[in-house]
């Protein structure tokens, strides 16, 4: 399986999963013009993923702000991995929260809690 590195814009996460490690890093921003285009290859390496391996799996967000499209994918990456973990695979996620970004705290939260996925919150 080949790792997925999609360099960050002003308007899209940066992305880099690597498949040998397992571990899966979005950072930045995210209200990109086409969401379904965006992310696509993103929700195709996660499917990929989560459907032939079975290592530990760590997930890093480090994200200061994603639109309610960008929500929405984000959401049916979130609802592979949790498929992933309910079959017994480890999973690990952090979401590094930034000094003054309360909201984006708050919209995660509301996005993580409609799983059953363990996460910690690091402050950055």
Partial sequence: MKNLIIDPT???FGIIF??????????GTSYPDNAIEFFRPILDWVK????TRTDPLLLQFKVNYFNTSSSKYLLKMLEMIESYHA?????EIIWHYFDGE??????WKE???ELELPYKVEMD
Avoid at 18 to 27: D, F, G, Q, R, Y
Avoid at 87 to 91: E, Y
């Fill in 87 to 91: 079959k017994g695979n480890g999973v």
């Fill in 48 to 51: 990929n993923f989560t459907e």
């Fill in 111 to 113: 996005l993580i809690n």
């Fill in 102 to 107: 309360e909201d984006m705290l708050e919209t």
């Fill in 18 to 27: 690597n498949a040998k490690e397992a571990t899966l890093n979005i950072s």
């Fill in 10 to 12: 002003k308007t899209s």
